[in-house]
């Protein structure tokens, strides 16, 4: 915002493609530096999951053992399971075997691709579902509140926000079951799946979305809120207020669009929180996802099925972390 | 009180469903619930069972940590025996067996028109085929005591001879549970979809649930359900949750918080399967503080056994007498119960020249519900009498690498109790791959090597009863009670399973009223 004098009337007539060709090119370059460090991240995090289950007491073997099995059964067991090779050495086959889709094997024999086909898109239909909802409500409800600073709503928004964002998921979801379930047998209470592996009826999804959403939205909705007191006080909301211009409209065209950043931040670190939060709602409701496999493969030791588990939620985060990158460069490049 | 977050996650659970009676309180009059009335064919069964996305095997002869796996197996496939109930080794696949004078060849008799879902006929060749590839499994050896995989043979079309090692008189007993029959030379990547010769056949699995349809052509016998749908739950409570919201039929296994819940609503079923589960103390009989048989004998007159029923089992339970086995027909009913004598304890510990000044450790784990509570609550019951116990909780996998079969005093548990047999061999004679306390006593081994190689019923009943006695007065055992199973149901389901432990699979005989 340095030079705000008028551009040459050459440059006005400039092709406008070279330019935008230009940009995209220097996108697709951040995009993949971008994607680069996430990667390396995600493999650092890989070898810390292979690592902490290494130090954990107990190992696949034993966690998945019958009791007759013996020493030479659990020994012939334990080479089977490759844990008698150092821990390094699995990682490095594990890895080597991941760009192919191979996720490796369970303890139990299983394909962990095969244990994590019909869970995975149950998980994500949870977790996308509860984070457009919680998008949806932050926005509403931060706008809203943002309306009349200090007035009744915006108190009654803050209180009731920060009071959800502390609810723990369980509490949540307890609540739900014994009002919407339990008492007045409006929802069922658990989830019962078809042959395809998915919920049988759209009305399961129901009360572990709001377990996931309530918290996260609660969370969302001080940040969009903040975000748009920030704006409040910049010149150019400041001058459109002063304009004369509506309060919807102020708020919508003049303050959101410098608040995105902001939000698309804290979203996008929502998504960490509902993956995560979806181990115990999953397990609550008995949703069929990957949040109760992983609850599973921990107690087993099973590092393959972890490792998968923790890839597949890395991937999606990461994806969703660059979302929010690009809205943010969208934004701040809008403006730079 | 150290709790993990499951259970608190459960306890949760438990309030919310202490909160649902106060509210559903006075509900429908129970219809008839037994297995009154003339079974009527048709309709789906909704079954719950216990299990966990990341432990699911569909192999019948792996390793099924899922009951909700074994649930489908038991039903697709037959075993060669079943548990039964005035008798506990009954036919399925096999419909006689016969034994050589020296108890050690055994001849199974397939039994007749037994055909696969592929309508092809079940041959000698399959069985032996079948339990030589359960042999050959890591716990093939524990699975098939005493029976190598050449000592599997088929004799003609319909005969399988078994040989042991070793006289045994109980040799059917152990083809009950895992012995799974499947068609000769299945490959190990059809083994999800192979063909069984069960009650029900596979329509689908997926991720732990599945649906099975009923079996038009099963050797057993007509069967009355159209269908069973089975759902996978990772905690009871879920399932407990879904039972009273009636989306399912019956809740296998639901354990006793949610049986509780349950007794206050008259429109379910709680069916008690009683000596499901043992949760015997175990002291270290070769060496430490509990080498004296005085000490053990004080030990188990120290414990409160009503008490322990009450509160570690909130009373969905019986008390024991100290011999692992309690569901057996041959059970020593005689034997006098043994009840707690503070008194007579001291003077034993004294006698023995025991350290009162000592701390005791009596490690347990939370494996199942309950466990740690017996822990804690004898430790609470042993200061009374002046010894001190502490109580050392262990996470599993290390429980199993660290103290099982080698600790001096530790709480583990027994899911199959129908057989005095089966514990002795498996956990209690001299040398026996589990003997967990590490016990060797000549009268017991002669004892039992008298029961096993005994065909005559009264002489064999009088070695059980030796057997049980010895057990009884100094084995490494303190067996306080057994936990009941408990299964719930909607009132409209019948003939639903009695028998303890595995034997809450056999679904073939229920019918809906309509």
């Known amino acids: 915002m340095t030079d705000t004098t008028a551009p040459p009337a050459e440059a006005a007539a400039r092709p406008v493609t070279a330019s935008a060709a230009r940009r995209a090119g220097t996108l697709a370059a951040r995009v993949a530096a971008v994607l680069a460090k996430r990667l390396v991240m995600l493999l650092v995090l890989l070898a810390v999951v292979f690592a902490a289950i290494e130090l954990l007491p107990g190992d696949a073997a034993s966690a998945t053992s019958e009791r007759g099995e013996g020493t030479a059964g659990l020994a012939a067991r334990r080479h089977l399971l490759g844990l008698d090779r150092p821990v390094w050495e699995r990682f490095r086959d594990w890895i080597t075997a991941l760009p192919t889709g191979d996720l490796g094997t369970s303890a139990r024999g299983q394909h962990v691709t095969d244990l994590l086909a019909a869970p995975l898109p149950n998980t994500l239909l949870l977790g996308g579902t509860a984070f457009v909802l919680t998008v949806l409500g932050a926005l509403a409800l931060g706008i809203w509140a943002a309306a009349r600073p200090r007035g009744a709503v915006d108190r009654i928004v803050d209180l009731t926000s920060t009071a959800a964002f502390a609810l723990p998921e369980f509490v949540v979801s307890i609540g739900l079951l014994l009002v919407l379930s339990l008492w007045t047998g409006w929802l069922p209470a658990a989830t019962v799946t078809g042959a395809d592996g998915a919920p049988a009826t759209w009305t399961m999804l129901v009360m572990p979305v709001l377990a996931l959403a309530v918290p996260q939205t609660g969370w969302n909705t001080r940040i969009v809120r903040a975000a748009l007191a920030d704006q409040a006080a910049a010149p150019h909301v400041e001058a459109a207020r002063l304009d004369g211009l509506s309060t919807s409209r102020v708020l919508l065209r003049h303050a959101l669009p410098g608040a995105w950043p902001a939000i698309a931040t804290g979203v996008a670190t929502s998504t960490g929180m509902l993956l995560g939060g979806a181990v115990v709602v999953e397990t609550l409701f008995n949703y069929p996802g990957i949040g109760t496999v992983l609850a599973g493969a921990v107690a087993d030791r099973d590092t393959p099925v972890i490792a998968g588990v923790v890839a597949c939620a890395a991937a999606v985060i990461t994806v969703v972390l660059l979302l929010a990158d690009l809205v943010r460069a969208r934004t701040l490049g809008a403006r730079s | ?514």
């Open chain 2, 1 to 514: 009180m150290d709790w993990n977050r499951r259970q608190v996650l459960w306890a949760g659970g438990g309030m919310g469903a202490a909160a649902l009676l106060a509210a559903c309180g006075g509900g429908k009059d129970a219809a008839s619930s037994g297995s009154g009335g003339t079974p009527q064919k048709g309709g789906t069964l909704r079954v719950g069972a216990l299990g966990r996305a990341s432990a699911i095997t569909r192999d019948p002869h792996g390793n099924q940590g899922n009951e909700s796996d074994y649930l489908v197996i038991a039903l697709v496939y037959d075993t060669l025996t079943a548990p039964g109930l005035k008798q506990n080794t009954v036919g399925r696949l096999a419909s006689a067996w016969k034994p050589s004078a020296d108890l050690k060849t055994w001849r199974f008799t397939i039994a007749k028109g037994a055909t696969f879902h592929d309508g092809s006929p079940v041959t000698a060749e399959d069985v032996v085929w079948s339990l030589r590839r359960l042999r050959n499994t890591p716990a093939g050896a524990a699975r098939l005591p005493g029976i190598t995989a050449d000592h599997i043979t088929a004799d003609g079309k319909d005969t399988v001879v078994l040989v042991s090692d070793f006289a045994n008189a109980e040799l059917p007993m152990i083809t009950r549970l895992s012995t799974f029959i499947l068609k000769k030379d299945t490959p190990d990547k059809d083994i999800a979809k192979a063909p069984g010769t069960g009650p029900f056949k596979l329509d689908w699995y997926r991720g732990g649930n599945a649906r099975l349809l009923r079996n038009e052509h099963w050797h057993g016998g007509p069967v009355p359900l159209d269908a069973i749908e089975v759902t996978m739950f990772e905690s009871p409570q879920a399932m407990a949750n879904a039972m009273l919201s009636g989306q399912i039929d019956l809740a296998s296994n639901a354990g006793a918080v949610a049986a509780r819940t349950a007794d206050a609503r008259k429109d379910i079923q709680v069916i008690r399967r009683p000596n499901d589960m043992a949760m015997p103390l175990v002291m270290r009989t070769s060496g430490g503080p509990f080498a004296d048989a005085r000490v053990r004998e004080a030990m188990k007159l120290i414990v409160d056994r009503e008490a322990m029923v009450k509160q570690v089992l909130s009373g969905y339970g019986t008390v024991a007498n100290d011999i692992l086995g309690t569901g057996d027909p041959g059970y020593a009913k005689n034997i006098p119960q043994r009840t707690r004598d503070l008194a007579k304890a001291k003077q034993l510990l004294t006698d023995a020249g025991f350290d009162f000044g000592k701390t005791y450790q009596l490690v347990t784990t939370e494996d199942i519900a309950g466990l740690a509570e017996s822990a804690t609550l004898f430790a609470a019951q042993a200061r009374e009498a002046g010894v001190k116990v502490e109580v050392v909780k262990q996470e599993s996998g290390t429980f199993y690498d660290k103290t099982w079969l080698k600790g001096d005093f530790y709480t583990n548990y027994w899911g199959t109790n129908d057989s005095v047999v089966f514990f002795a061999s498996k956990t209690m004679t001299t040398g026996s791959g589990q003997n967990e306390a590490g016990w060797s006593d000549k009268d017991f081994d002669a004892a039992y090597h008298k029961a096993i190689a005994t065909g005559a019923p009264e002489a064999r009943t009088a070695a059980l009863r030796d057997l049980q006695q010895i057990e009884h007065d100094r084995s490494g055992y303190l067996l306080w009670g057994m936990a009941d199973g408990i299964d719930l149901a909607a009132p409209k389901v019948h003939r639903l399973p009695q028998l303890p432990g595995y034997g809450r699979v056999q679904l073939e005989n229920v019918w809906l009223s309509r």
